[in-house]
């Protein structure tokens, strides 16, 4: 496959289309959003994909729908500052206790808080070293699509990916809940300035002696954004895709993460079962959603007029 003579990268279209998504983006995040070095790197990753040759535009088409993920989600932060919709606290731990409640020591409590006494070196290790794959399993997994010639399989991954992210910021939204640390340390009180916490993730943290969950939680700025569980939803999506590309080893491997990273989730503190529940309900919806679209006649048509049009 070769550049085609009719697409031209630095005709006057297309460069007047990257200025007028420079202008946009910097005075979106610039002046609503706010900077940051993720966004920064995000703006230029986009350019360069696009502008270099034929397969860095395939590898930004298959990984288009991500772009749209990380652009929502770090938008999504202008959205809290104005949700009027009640955060949900102890109602939400009454119903974990309810359905999920264990007795323990004479006293009913949720999985959390027995957890939260009966604290593991090993479940420590397993919970850190898993929790955090979330974001580079994806990412590598979409990687392997790209070089193995799936671009197809990957465009369809990240569509899922996004698909069911929207469902999972629509539950943050309509559904501000608060997670399990938050009521162990506040209760049923608003604390406004309570931030983000790392909690039961900050042991893997003084383990290897490197602040890493500590770092990535001070940055958050949602500490209501419990329900859903999207922790739980991606590697729900990543062992889908990877059985669909037919590689028992990463599927293998992304199911070991899957189950480590839902148990992670209950065991530092960061999610109710509810919250994990919910999330893998995303993910379910999300495949539901996608694999009804992406085998359509009309898609199949639009994605290949998109790759020979840029190639």
């Known amino acids: 496959m070769t550049d085609q003579p009719e697409f031209k990268r630095f005709g006057r279209g297309w460069l007047i289309a990257a200025a007028l998504f ?6 979106w995040f610039g002046l609503i959003v706010g900077l940051d070095n993720p966004t920064i790197i995000f703006y230029f990753v986009i350019v360069l994909l696009f502008f270099i040759n034929y ?24 959205l809290h500052y104005y949700n009027k919709f009640p955060i949900h606290i102890e109602d939400l731990y009454l119903l974990e206790l309810k359905l999920f409640g264990i007795h323990s020591e004479g006293i009913r409590m949720t999985l959390c808080e027995y957890f939260n006494n009966h604290q593991s070196l090993l479940f420590d290790v397993i919970s850190g070293a898993f929790y955090i794959t979330w974001a580079p399993f994806p990412i590598i997994f979409g990687l392997i ?44 009180q608003f604390a406004i300035d309570a931030g983000n916490s790392a909690a039961g993730l900050s042991r893997f943290d003084q383990l290897i002696g490197v602040p890493i969950y500590q770092n990535m939680y001070a940055q958050g700025t949602n500490t209501f954004g419990a329900m859903p569980s999207m922790h739980a939803a991606f590697p729900m999506i990543l062992v889908y895709y990877s059985m669909k590309f037919g590689n028992k080893y990463l599927t293998s491997l992304f199911i070991v993460s899957m189950v480590s990273i839902w148990f992670g989730a209950v065991y530092s503190n960061h999610h109710y079962v509810l919250d994990v529940l919910a999330g893998m309900l995303c993910a379910i919806l999300g495949l539901i959603i996608t694999e009804s679209i992406v085998n359509r006649k009309f898609a199949l048509q639009w994605y290949d007029k998109i790759i020979s049009y840029i190639c």
Do not use: H, M, Q
Not at 22 to 27: A, H, I, K, S, V
């Open 22 to 27: 420079t202008l946009f983006y910097w005075l």
């Open 55 to 78: 397969r860095t535009r395939i590898l930004a088409i298959g990984f288009f729908p991500f772009f749209i993920y990380l652009f929502c989600y770090s938008s999504l932060k202008v």
């Open 145 to 188: 699509l790209f070089f193995s010639k799936k671009e197809k399989l990957l465009f369809d991954f990240w569509l899922c990916f996004l698909i069911a992210n929207i469902l999972g910021f629509i539950g943050y939204i309509v559904f501000p809940a608060a997670p399990p640390w938050y009521y162990l340390e506040f209760g049923n």
